[in-house]
């Protein structure tokens, strides 16, 4: 009938946080997205590129990107438009940040090597399972946070100004400002003697 709704599209159920068809190859905007994101991939992990050609890439390939940022390659994502990182943030080698879901990255925010931002979950139910149900759930990090080696954060998860996850942690709770986390899953320590500078 000329008054049914039009039925969302999977990129719509998946940006808005419902289950949806995550091999589905029927939706052409997630195959556009995701054959975009291979094709500037390519420069932005080539070792021949040049640095220039680097920066446009991730210019085209991220939804925004501040200035003075630097994503050190490898850098790998799912469709990237959905990433956005603040001014003067570090994101070292071999990041994986897979962006079913909004991720944003803070101002001066420091992301060391093989850092996982993870938004996708899948179902407990293992027939949903196999038949390819996903959902996806924003990953917001503050600005001035230090993520160490090694750190997954999974979806859903925000973390505040100035806090600290230690290398190798799991973060599957909210991390408040100014927090020191470490461990899988990560628990909040009591602030570590040391040098302020």
């Known amino acids: 009938m000329a008054n049914d709704p039009i039925p969302p599209t999977q990129r719509e159920l998946m940006l808005s946080g419902q289950w949806y068809q995550a091999n589905d190859s029927s939706d052409p905007e997630l195959q556009e997205l995701a054959e975009r994101r291979r094709k500037l991939s390519v420069v932005v992990n080539d070792v021949r590129s040049e640095p220039a050609e680097v920066r446009a890439a991730l210019h085209e390939l991220l939804g925004s990107v501040g200035e003075g940022a630097v994503i050190r390659p490898p850098f790998h994502c799912d469709y990237g438009s959905h990433i956005s990182i603040g001014p003067d943030a570090f994101v070292n080698y071999g990041a994986v940040l897979l962006d079913c879901a909004p991720i944003t990255i ?16 899948h179902p407990r139910d293992p027939v949903r399972r196999r038949q390819g149900w996903e959902a996806a759930h924003p990953i917001t990090i503050g600005e001035n946070v230090w993520l160490g080696g090694g750190v997954i954060v999974c979806g859903g998860v925000t973390i505040g100004d100035d806090a600290i996850v230690g290398a190798g942690a799991v973060v599957v709770r909210d991390v408040p400002a100014g927090a020191t986390v470490v461990g899988n899953p990560a628990r909040r320590i009591g602030p570590r003697p040391g040098p302020s500078a």
């Open 106 to 121: 803070g101002a001066a925010t420091q992301i060391a090597s093989n850092v996982q931002l993870l938004t996708p979950d």
